[in-house]
């Protein structure tokens, strides 16, 4: 057995060295691989025991069956057979043994340690204002190059009170209130389960710190927590959505709501209601959307929140439309438009910092375009084109959709499909599963359409990152 590993490794070490083998890395196909590997004597079983992936997973990827895209898989394949640097760059991973960033979007790297992805949280919470995109490298680049950050007084203290809650202090909360606020904003620009893990240990050391203080209404520090830790909980659903795992979202927003209650704070539960909307609305159950949001706007206080009013104001627009509710939809659009006018959504929670122009027009395209105001929908589309350079990837992927959404109620079937093609491919690049099911239904409402070029290709664009989604979470 000693003398068949020795053989293989050395057969390992001349294939690793071949041009055809560093191609397929290049292209990140693992089929390829291994179909590179069988090639040179490397037999499917032999992969499979090296990599700890079973060999009918091994089989399905090698004919195509299946397409790896989990950072995860990429992971075991060059661990297990031992891939020096030059293929393990190829394929998108660290040269050493331990990928400690992710890749995102134009090259952007940003770290995967929980402990550095709450301190970029942290600072960027602390900054107060809106981040563009080229100041979220500079402040990744000054993370990577700097360890002040980590030896700060307040992180002293936050270590502190991990391990004696009733530690718990003003510059505690502040730094916990401005990590929160950190991924509020972190989650506009980065794909979900970039952020993810860094979100799970923060709400982790916050709970840690609440178990160890007494409820006590007067206690201002621990109310304020409570409120971070809702805030937190309602992002970390949300997330949860993004990833497809609407089990684990609703777990999140009962522990917002828990917390929110706690603290007093129905503005959380309102928000938490607005996002558990999604979730029914991807499936076209547009009735339960509608109640969930009604439910929202009834909770949260007056005037509490305008920026928190408009979005969920326009989100029942939104839905009324959807469900064919003219006299609905054009009321609580002029709900979201009145609020919208004196909204300050930087300066409101941290969950209305979205809430820009852009955002807002996207709502006002999704619902105008559903109840036949075609023109004003188009007009405002032609108005979000013209300044896409300019919006977040995420969002941009949402806009055209909606415009995408306007063009088939009009008719025009390869504009629509051209929007809806673009917009899918932002989907995938910024892997927002959540709004892959609005991708769907556009699919569905072009089927007829699929002679023409324009379509077909979108068709096909559907199946491929439906697979993709797929398995990517295998």
């Known amino acids: 057995m000693t ?23 290049k292209r990140r196909d693992v089929g390829g691989v291994i179909r590179v590997l069988n090639k040179y004597g490397i037999t499917q079983g032999q992969i499979a025991g090296l990599t700890g992936i079973t060999q009918g997973r091994i089989s399905e990827y090698k004919t195509g069956k299946r397409f790896a895209t989990a950072k995860s898989t990429f992971e075991s394949i060059a661990d297990g057979l031992g891939m020096p640097a030059h293929l393990r760059r190829s394929l998108g991973l660290a040269p ?48 990577g190059a700097t360890t002040t ?18 530690a718990l202090d003003e510059a505690i909360v502040r730094e916990m209130e401005a990590r929160s606020a950190g991924f509020h904003r972190l989650e506009e620009m980065l794909p979900a389960n970039a952020i993810f893990k860094g979100l799970a240990a923060h709400l982790r050391e916050v709970g840690t710190i609440l178990n160890g203080t007494a409820s006590d209404p007067k206690d201002d520090l621990r109310r304020r927590l409570m409120v971070v830790a809702g805030e937190s909980s309602v992002l970390a659903g949300w997330i949860a959505s993004d ?11 009962d522990t917002a709501e828990k917390a929110a209650r706690e603290a007093n704070d129905l503005s959380i539960i309102a928000c938490a209601y607005g996002y558990r909307s999604y979730i029914p609305s991807s499936k076209a159950n547009h009735g339960r959307a509608r109640a969930l949001l009604a ?33 609905n939809a ?109 991708f769907e239904i556009l699919a569905k409402a072009l089927e007829r359409w699929r002679v023409q070029q324009p379509v077909r290709l979108f068709l096909e664009d559907i199946i491929m990152t439906k697979r993709q989604f797929s398995a990517s979470r295998q």
């Open 243 to 253: 990833l497809g795992s609407p089990p684990t979202a609703r777990n999140f927003y």
């Open 3 to 25: 003398m068949d590993q020795a053989h293989i490794r050395e057969v390992l070490a001349g294939v690793f060295a071949r041009q055809d083998l560093e191609e397929v890395c």
């Open 295 to 327: 439910s929202a706007l009834d909770l949260l206080p007056k005037s509490a929140s305008p920026g928190t009013t408009s979005w969920l104001a326009a989100r029942h627009a939104e839905e009324s439309a959807a469900l064919g509710d003219k006299e």
């Open 96 to 143: 050493g043994g331990s990928d400690d960033a992710r890749r995102v979007g134009d090259g952007l790297q940003i770290p995967t340690d929980t402990f550095d992805l709450q301190l970029l949280a942290e600072a960027i919470g602390k900054r107060g204002e809106a981040l563009k995109r080229r100041e979220l490298l500079r402040m990744v680049a000054q993370l």
């Open 330 to 438: 054009y009321r609580s659009w002029a709900e979201a438009q009145e609020a919208f006018e004196i909204a300050d959504p930087d300066e409101d929670r941290v969950w209305t910092r979205f809430l820009d122009q852009d955002r807002f027009d996207a709502f006002r395209i999704a619902t105008f375009s559903q109840i036949g105001q075609l023109s004003e929908a188009e007009e405002v589309a032609r108005a979000v084109i013209a300044r896409l350079p300019e919006v977040d990837r995420k969002r941009a992927g949402i806009i055209l959709g909606d415009i995408a959404m306007a063009h088939i109620a009009h008719g025009s079937a390869n504009e629509a499909a051209r929007a809806a093609r673009e917009g899918l491919a932002v989907v995938r690049e910024t892997e927002s599963v959540i709004w892959l099911p609005r």
């Open 149 to 166: 950050l980590a030896q700060s007084e307040a992180w002293e203290k936050i270590s502190f009170a991990l391990t004696k809650p009733s």
